[in-house]
T-cell receptor, first 113, second 114 residues
Framework: DADVTQTPRNRITKTGKRIMLECSQT?????MYWYRQDPGLGLRLIYY???????NKGEISDGYSVSRQAQAKFSLSLESAIPNQTALYFC????????????FGPGTRLTVL | QQQVKQSPQSLIVQKGGISIINCAYE??????FPWYQQFPGKGPALLIA?????SEKKEGRFTISFNKSAKQFSLHIMDSQPGDSATYFC?????????????FGKGTKLSVIP
């Protein structure tokens, strides 16, 4: 079974719709991250959370919000989707001390028409 | 602004050759430099990482060379194989409150041709 799962894996929606992407992990890690990947731009950090009560904005948080429902769950919402939010979205986890490996989920491909 | 600059954007190497990808950073507070490998349809996965107290780290055919004074680090893939064809990202992070975030380079698409 995958340690970091993301749902849905693919989603097509229309401009103005509210969308939620979900991430669950069984690794027991405290830290969770949401990234966006666009061709030629690499991975950019949207939001991150170091524990259930800790939420922080990343490099490109405008137009996004998050919720850390439990240690194992971290959701990303687009309140009113726009076409330039079409991208590949990745969730990642990391154990709660020091600089160390981040474990990525399989990604969600989101298309906003 | 924290930045990690990666080159080249794409690389074609013959099977058995050496693949070299370079990265440069600006923030001297960075103290962890990983490389991630991403296959199509998959999330990135850690390949190898280095900390600035060493100049080189080798794991199998993969080697990171680190030059602290030049603020540069590179990934060398020896005896490149078609199975190494993937996108490679360098990254950097630093410790401290609110840190441990990874700042990624823009990626290098490696194609190893038979």
């Amino acid at each position: 079974d995958a340690d970091v799962t993301q749902t849905p894996r693919n989603r097509i929606t229309k401009t103005g719709k509210r969308i939620m992407l979900e991430c669950s992990q069984t690794k027991g890690h405290d830290r969770m991250y949401w990234y966006r990947q666009d061709p030629g731009l690499g991975l950019r950090l949207i939001y991150y959370s170091f524990d259930v009560k800790d939420i922080n904005k990343g490099e490109i948080s405008d137009g996004y919000s998050v919720s850390r429902q439990a240690q194992a769950k971290f959701s990303l919402s687009l309140e009113s989707a726009i076409p330039n939010q079409t991208a590949l979205y990745f969730c990642a986890t990391q154990r709660g001390w020091g600089n160390n490996e981040q474990f990525f989920g399989p990604g969600t491909r989101l298309t906003v028409l | 602004q924290q930045q990690v600059k990666q080159s080249p954007q794409s690389l074609i190497v013959q099977k058995g050759g050496i693949s070299i990808i370079n990265c440069a950073y600006e923030n001297t507070a960075f103290d962890y430099f990983p490389w991630y490998q991403q296959f199509p349809g998959k999330g990135p996965a850690l390949l190898i990482a280095i900390r600035p107290d060493v100049s080189e780290k080798k794991e199998g055919r993969f080697t990171i060379s680190f030059n602290k004074s030049a603020k540069q680090f590179s990934l060398h893939i020896m005896d490149s194989q078609p199975g190494d064809s993937a996108t490679y990202f360098c990254a950097a992070s630093m410790r401290g409150a609110g840190s441990y975030q990874l700042t990624f380079g823009k990626g290098t698409k490696l194609s190893v041709i038979p």
